[in-house]
């Protein structure tokens, strides 16, 4: 089992750049593929990105390839996103989550889920 706490979202303004960190618990870590989504409200949870269990091997949803970055460090247990040129319709609670197959794009496909962490993009 694996235990995700996203941190490091906030109010950033458009144009800007914020990272975001999941660190997970556990000695498994590196057995599973991980991912991002977010959730806008009122929308539904979309697939961000995801990172294959070496960190090898990454895919992005085609609107967010060149500006945000999935990587990993296995040896720290973490996860990360950097997000570059923000844009207000960027804005969303963002949640990493850990599954067993890659690519898994699917909300369905992970099996753990963290918290979520907000992150405001204002205009």
């Known amino acids: 089992q694996v235990q995700l706490v996203e941190s490091g979202g906030g109010l950033v303004q458009a144009g800007g750049s914020l990272r975001l960190s999941c660190a997970a618990s556990g000695r498994t870590f590196s057995l599973y593929v991980m991912g991002w989504f977010r959730q806008a409200p009122g929308k539904e949870r979309e697939f961000v990105a995801t990172?294959?269990?070496?960190?090898?091997?990454?895919y992005y949803v085609d609107s967010m390839k060149g500006r945000f970055t999935i990587s990993r460090d296995n040896a720290k247990n973490a996860v990360y996103l950097q997000m570059n040129s923000l844009k207000p319709e960027d804005t969303a609670v963002y949640y990493c989550?850990?599954?067993?197959?890659?690519?898994?794009?699917?909300?369905?496909?992970?099996?753990?889920w963290g918290q979520g962490t907000q992150v405001t993009v204002s205009s």
């Open positions: 989550a850990a599954a067993r197959s890659y690519p898994s794009y699917n909300v369905r496909d992970y099996d753990y």
């Open positions: 990172i294959n269990r070496s960190g090898g091997g990454t």
